[in-house]
């Protein structure tokens, strides 16, 4: 498929599959709002279906009926290989070149010289604590979540802890071996070979006798770390900056292991019915005070990094403290597959992935 010559006439309308508060209409609070703006300049409706895993917006798109998706690595990849989304031609998209260079041409969205997908936001899983638990002796490692002890506030861990329910969180289990336990020899906690795969596993098994829940809605967590006594869980910033504004006692910290992270493109569908509102979108998502007013209310970092500056919701301190300085500490989720550059080509598949969290969920 050839990416699109020129942009038309507006449909009226353009349909998207989001992360949740990816797509603000003042609806939640009426600051942000980069929806009402974008629907009166272009005369295209904005219909958001949200999705609270990679998983579901492949199966969303795989379905059909949607435009555009906010793709995180660990789908994008999928999508370009089932073909399920065209190519992107950035010459209709004026603003592409203000795109930080770091993104602009990133593996999980650029593919064999083409471009599938404008770059949006991204952001760090990080770790959050309840501070009425741990007071002024915060968290240095992921080990509160994935090792039973004794918390600060005297009590165990167990059945205090949730962890992210969705087979790339592997991923973190991963990456925390890869730092407590180099002699695994692993070295992207995306590519596993069966040695290490088995020993992840083992502390995702053990971890499970920890967990209270496992969590995949931002909304619900927040709503858990409110009424239901959760001490510590990977989390997003998005859910740490809601509970904050309801002033529960909360916070974040990106552990000495590291983290692993997102980077989210959206990407339009093959099919799409709608892809001249689909462009303008692409163009519109781009601009300053959407990138700034939807950092501050999700927690991430803008791609238009003339964002960080200036904008009143965000702070100039704003990026900063969002995980702007530390791209190189975040390993970016990615699809899995067996043939890999750190493991000669001997890498357990997400297939495996998938079916092996879900034996994990279940006690198994």
């Known amino acids: ?188 906690p995306y590519e596993l070979n069966e040695a290490q795969y088995k020993a992840v596993l083992e502390l995702l098994r053990a971890q499970r006798k920890l967990v209270g829940k496992y969590w995949h809605d931002a909304f619900v967590q927040i709503d858990d770390f409110s009424n239901e006594g959760v001490a510590a869980s990977s989390s997003w910033q998005f859910q740490a900056n809601i509970l904050g504004s309801k002033k529960v006692p909360v916070a974040t910290v990106v552990p000495e292991e590291g983290a692993t992270g997102w980077a989210d493109t959206t990407m339009m569908h093959a099919d799409a019915k709608n892809p001249n509102c689909a462009y303008m979108w692409l163009e519109h998502s781009l601009n300053k005070r959407l990138q700034g007013d939807l950092s501050a209310w999700f927690g991430s970092v803008p791609v238009v990094l003339e964002a960080c500056t200036g904008n009143p919701l965000l702070g100039d301190g704003g990026c900063e403290r969002q995980g702007l300085g530390s791209f190189e500490r975040i390993a970016f989720w990615k699809t899995p597959t067996a043939k890999c550059k750190t493991q000669n080509d001997q890498c357990i598949p997400y297939h495996k992935w998938v079916s092996d969290y879900i034996a994990v969920l279940g006690g198994r």
């Open 1 to 188: 498929m050839q990416p699109r010559k020129a942009i038309g006439k507006g449909e009226g309308q353009v349909d998207i599959v989001a992360w949740p508060g990816y797509i603000e209409r003042g609806a939640t609070d009426k600051k942000f709002d980069w929806v009402t703006e974008f629907e009166k300049k272009t005369s295209c409706k904005v219909n958001v279906k949200t999705a609270g895993t990679s998983d579901e917006m492949v199966a969303l798109m795989n379905e059909g009926g949607f435009d555009l998706v906010t793709a995180s690595g660990d789908a994008s990849m999928r999508l370009i290989a089932g073909r399920r989304i065209q190519p992107i031609n950035v010459s209709l998209v004026p603003s592409y070149g203000k795109i930080d260079a770091r993104l602009q041409k990133a593996p999980w969205h650029f593919v064999n010289g083409q471009h599938y997908g404008v770059p949006y936001q991204w952001g760090w899983n990080v770790l959050m604590y309840s501070t009425k638990v741990f007071g002024d002796k915060k968290p240095t490692s992921w080990n509160v979540v994935f090792e039973e002890q004794n918390l600060p506030d005297g009590k165990s861990n167990k059945g205090r802890v949730q962890a992210f329910d969705g087979p790339i969180y592997i991923a973190d289990a991963a990456l925390y071996l890869m730092k407590r336990k180099p002699e695994l020899g692993i070295k992207d």
